[in-house]
């Protein structure tokens, strides 16, 4: 009898071949949903597949410099403070180049000469050449700054000025900061970081995050540019997205079809909710720059229709997070305690769930508010009542982002959870009976759930398996350490060694 208990303990780490059964048949279930869902989907990307043409599209691109304009790049060797008028090479110039070296702003007797002052940088050309005198834009001299060692892109306007070079226009022109080397040194650390935590389900989830900006550059915004439904173009690119994600990332499972059929209910709830709000709260982007240069682009491109596809596209992540960390829940609370009803294996996936929703909700809403800051800033200077700042244009769009989004993410983990409970009960998984080993209580999930379940299953073996060491409770199953049974087992031993002595 030990030694069935103890061939059955050894088993749980690997599914028995009943298992194995049952998780086909539960793939087989979920297949017969998704599989049609699939298919309706790529025939739909397939008929709304942009063409690529621009016809119709009158832009100037301010990237796109004039013949004999060119964009260079350089690092500051030195920063001046003079008069705007003397924008020239001057020998002046190259002698603060010298002095300044330090990075210290010269504010001498160019100060003093009157007129409006302008921040200089004198910059070395990456191409190579002579140091140039590049004007700064007087917006980031009085925000941010520049500093010596910094790498600019700036304008080069000496080829076409000519003649006219010393007249008092500026022949080099600050245009951005570069900023290569910081990102990518970013982005490495950050696909180390994942890959090193994660392992290979972490590089997969960075090769899956890869496909899914190639839908959204292929196909999403190339669509809304040609003026195609923005509704049907995000339902359809979203779910794209998250079809290739959630299966490359995590792999094909019924764990995996579950939480793609959650993410797609949730995703049709946030498209419904988005498509209303966009016209009943007359979201129409007025008063943003972006908005208004791409209404002049084309009379095809709607600002309305990028906003209700901004709104699902926003909150593909999170809910991604929540579908499959709720599906994850459930069958490990399922293969713990293979007994225990529906209602009691939903009730305890949900009190995971509802710990996710609390915090995943200040996750969007913070998120929002970040993004946004400049804007509440100016809200908040303006000083006008909050109902009003709330629904502002300039806030409008925030606070309904995160309405919707947070709706559909809500409303996306019960059914996410009934999903899984109903297609766990319908396989009929029972791997630790299967096993030899002893199921857990339905009662034991009225606990915190997954770990005091997973604290009778570990040991659930025969006595003569356990160390010496390991203390049972008063039925006989031992207390995993630190758990409520285990201090509750350790203060009776102790009352009863007291009374002994």
Known sequence: MGHGHSHGHSENSEPTPQAIASRKRANWILAAILVPVGVLTLVAMMVLWPSGSREGITFSSPYQPAPGVTFDTGRIQSVVVESCTQTGQSNTGQGNTGQSNTGQTDTGQNSQSGGSQCTFAFTEPDKGGDVVKVVINPDVA????????????????????????????????????????????????????VIAVARWRGFRALLGLVGAYFVLVSFILPGLVEGKPPLLLALVGSTVIMIGVLY????????????????????????????????????????????????????????????????????????????????????????????????????????????????????????????????????????????????????????????????????????????????VKATGIKRLAAAGGASVSPDELRDTGSLAAAAVVAGSGSEDTHDADTRLDAHGKPARPGSRRAQREAERRGGSTDNTT
Not at 162 to 184: E, K, L, M, Q
Not at 258 to 284: E, H, K, P, R, V
Not at 292 to 315: D, E, K, Y
Request: with cysteine.
């Open 248 to 423: 490359f990332a995590h792999g094909f499972s019924a764990r995996t079809s579950t939480a793609l059929l959650g993410t797609i209910f949730g995703l049709s709830i946030t498209a419904l909710l988005a498509a209303w709000a966009t016209d009943a709260a007359n979201l129409a982007g007025v008063g943003n720059h972006d908005a208004s240069t791409l209404v002049n682009m084309s009379p095809q491109i709607s600002i309305s229709g990028i906003i209700l596809c901004g709104l699902i596209i926003s909150g593909l992540g999170v809910l991604n997070d929540v579908t499959i960390t709720q599906s994850s829940a459930v069958w490990e609370l399922y293969e713990l305690a293979p007994n225990t009803s529906a209602r009691k294996l939903f009730s305890s996936a949900m009190r995971i769930g509802r710990d996710h929703i609390a915090s995943t909700v200040y996750t969007i809403a913070f998120a929002y508010a970040g993004a946004a800051l400049p804007i509440l800033i100016i809200v908040m200077l303006y000083d006008r009542p909050l109902a009003e700042a709330l629904t502002s244009a300039e806030l409008s769009e925030e606070v309904i982002r995160t309405l919707v989004g947070s709706i559909g993410l809500v409303l996306a983990i019960p059914v996410t959870t009934l999903i899984a409970v109903l297609v």
């Open 142 to 193: 009085m925000s941010h700054g520049v500093d010596v060692g910094d790498s600019i892109r700036y304008l080069n306007l000496s080829a076409v000025q000519g003649a006219s070079a010393g007249s008092g226009a500026p022949a080099y022109v600050f245009v951005d900061f570069v900023r290569s080397i910081p990102i990518a040194l970013l982005a490495v650390l950050y696909a180390a970081v």
